[in-house]
């Protein structure tokens, strides 16, 4: 299987701080890679899509300027959350899409939990 | 409103026990995965069915794509305690772009000894 993997998996910071995730795809190259968000006992939720080389596409009231995200080369996306805040307290997830002339899969990442204090 | 509903949201059986996750919809997808994920961590991708009427099976766990390819299910034959845990259908549609995945709201299953 593909192998996907971010860092840090768990912070902890404080209110008004930046913290940059890592997403990494181990084996195999992913020209789009994905970010999730994802609260206690829900599913995940699309925070955006990172495609390499070019600017990452946002979902629907997820602001921009707050989660930047940056696909800077094939096996290699970050989101940092500037300036966080408490409500940004959550578990982030990547996935990095490795596709075929026929379907794609994802491949999810272990996750990292933010904790704003 | 969830473009995939799943269903049950929450099931909790014995061991032994067989038991069955339903994943619905009114869009028509090109192909539907399902995931399970634990506390902590991310999801592990389980299968990926791409074919109306396709029927996978992965040890005890069978899973079937409806002919329509709007709905799928997944059924686990005796389960067991460590197939506990939060199952996630997700399905890319077919006007969707760049592969992306539209979720479920999970169901999460708990099998005791």
């Known amino acids: 299987g593909a192998v996907v993997s971010q860092h840090p998996s768990w912070v902890i910071c404080k209110s008004g701080t930046s913290v940059k995730i890592e997403c990494r795809s181990l084996?195999?190259?992913?020209?789009?890679m994905f970010w999730y968000r994802q609260f206690p006992k829900q599913s995940l939720m699309l925070m955006a899509t990172s495609n390499e080389g070019s600017k990452a596409t946002y979902e629907q009231g997820v602001e921009k300027d707050k989660f930047l995200i940056n696909h800077a080369s094939l096996t290699l996306s970050t989101l940092t959350v500037t300036s966080a805040h408490p409500e940004d307290s959550s578990f982030y997830i990547c996935?990095?899409?490795?596709?075929?002339?026929?379907?794609?899969?994802?491949?999810f990442g272990p996750g990292t939990r933010l904790t704003v204090l | 409103t969830q473009l995939l509903e799943q269903s049950p949201q929450f099931l909790s059986i014995q061991e032994g026990e067989n038991l069955t996750v339903y994943c619905n919809s009114s869009s028509v997808f090109s192909s539907l995965q399902w995931y399970r994920q634990e506390p902590g961590e991310g999801p592990v991708l389980l299968v990926t069915?791409?074919?109306?009427?396709e029927v996978k099976k992965l040890k005890r766990l069978t899973f079937q794509f409806g002919d329509a390819r709007k709905d799928s299910s997944l059924h686990i034959t005796a389960a067991q305690p460590g197939d506990t845990g939060l199952y996630l259908c997700?399905?890319?549609?077919?006007?969707?772009?760049?592969?992306?995945?539209?979720f479920g709201a999970g169901t999460q299953v708990v099998v005791t000894p």
């Open positions: 084996d195999f190259q992913a020209t789009t």
């Open positions: 996935s990095a899409r490795r596709g075929s002339a026929i379907y794609n899969e994802q491949f």
């Open positions: 069915v791409v074919t109306g009427g």
């Open positions: 997700a399905g890319e549609k077919t006007t969707d772009s760049w592969g992306k995945l539209q």
